[in-house]
């Protein structure tokens, strides 16, 4: 098996990644590090789409990256870097806006939902051209997959189109990348409205588990997480969404199936499978957690380990500039 091209990206918005971010994506990219050639990308120039605190956004890419190298992500196995660092990422941005429909773009249903909620007119023109940089992230890398959560579909065929697009116009220079759907298999939704994916945007603090949490608030949160009407630990996401929500973390993290599950905490309530699931959690992110606190004690080292992730990074992506550039007829 040849080695492939990985490229992903996730944007530094929050203090801390979610255990749904972990299971529904960054663990995936940990295993895909082995046998690849993987390039993620803390994508804060993304992040600018939306509102702006200089302090927080600096404290945020930070701390993304220090959680992204505790949770696994080795910056020797793979190219761990900070969007930012490597302007051709704007370079490669502009093209794409230039080769893109204004009608296309208008089509991006991530557009039509952000802008939606704060009125279209004080949606800023960033958030519009966003899926154009999104497309330059992948293609600078020349990426054979792009592993990305179902919600990042529509956004890599725009990549697709654009980069088939621009070969046919002015010549072979883009690898047409391909989405690798991540396995849904660990939807993880909030512990207070089960009914929800955990997400930091919606719902309540208490129904997301954070890696960077305390243990303590951890615990907290799963011991009071909202349980359906009866009592028995059964797998049954119609009737029973919350302690099959509960079920999928148990087994996601401790790597029993759920059926052991469920004979394990058969006859027992409610109460001591939820102390069993916090203890599951709580050890899980326990190492994750102080590692992550560690790496950013020394906040001289962490941004060294980044900017040779963008060394790496740019060498590849310079190339794909230049190969563009003189394509287009731009004189180098
Ligand atoms: P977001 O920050 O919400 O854009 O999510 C970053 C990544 O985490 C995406 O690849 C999502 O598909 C994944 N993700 C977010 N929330 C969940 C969830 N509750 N369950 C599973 N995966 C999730
Ligand atoms: N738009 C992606 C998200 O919201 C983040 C992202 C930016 C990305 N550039 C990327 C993902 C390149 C994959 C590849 O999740």
């Not at 505790?70 to 302007?87: D, M, R």
């Not at 296309?104 to 899926?131: I, W």
């Not at 905490?265 to 699931?277: E, L, P, T």
């Amino acid at each position: 098996m040849s080695t492939k091209r990985i490229l992903s990206g996730i944007q530094p918005t929050s203090d801390s990644f979610h255990l749904g971010n972990y299971l529904g994506a960054l663990k995936q990219w940990v295993e895909l590090q082995d046998g690849n050639d993987a390039f993620y990308c803390i994508v804060d120039l993304h992040a600018l789409t939306g509102d702006i605190d200089p302090t927080l956004l600096r404290k945020r890419i930070l701390t993304s990256a220090a959680q992204l190298i505790a949770l696994g992500i080795s910056p020797e196995k793979s190219t761990l870097f900070v969007q930012s660092h490597v302007a051709e990422h704007n370079q490669l941005g502009w093209i794409m806006e230039c080769i893109a429909g204004f009608g296309e773009a208008n089509r991006m249903t991530q557009f039509k939902d952000k802008s939606a909620k704060g009125g279209a007119d004080s949606a800023r023109v960033g958030l519009f051209t966003y899926p154009m940089l999104q497309a330059a992230d992948i293609l600078l890398y020349q990426a054979h997959y792009v592993p990305v959560g179902e919600d990042q579909r529509q956004h890599i065929e725009l990549t697709r189109d654009l980069a088939t697009r621009f070969n046919s116009r002015f010549g072979e220079t883009f690898r047409i990348p391909e989405g690798h759907i991540l396995k849904s298999g660990a939807k993880i939704y909030d512990l207070q409205e089960p009914t929800n994916k955990m997400s930091k945007s919606s719902g309540s603090a208490a129904g997301v588990l954070e890696i960077m949490d305390t243990p303590e608030a951890n615990i907290k949160k799963i011991k009071s997480a909202t349980t359906d009407a009866g009592r028995e630990v059964t797998f049954d996401e119609k009737e029973k969404p919350g302690i099959s929500n509960l079920l999928t973390i148990h087994s996601a993290l401790s790597g029993e199936s759920i059926s052991n599950l469920e004979n394990q905490f058969a006859g027992k309530g409610y109460g001591d499978f939820k102390s069993a699931v916090a203890e599951v959690v709580v050890e899980y992110l326990r190492p994750i957690r102080e590692r992550a606190l560690e790496l950013l004690q020394d906040e001289a080292h962490l941004v060294k380990v980044l900017h040779g992730g963008a060394d790496k990074a740019r060498s590849v992506a310079s190339a794909t500039v230049a190969d563009t550039y003189k394509n287009l007829g731009l004189v180098l």
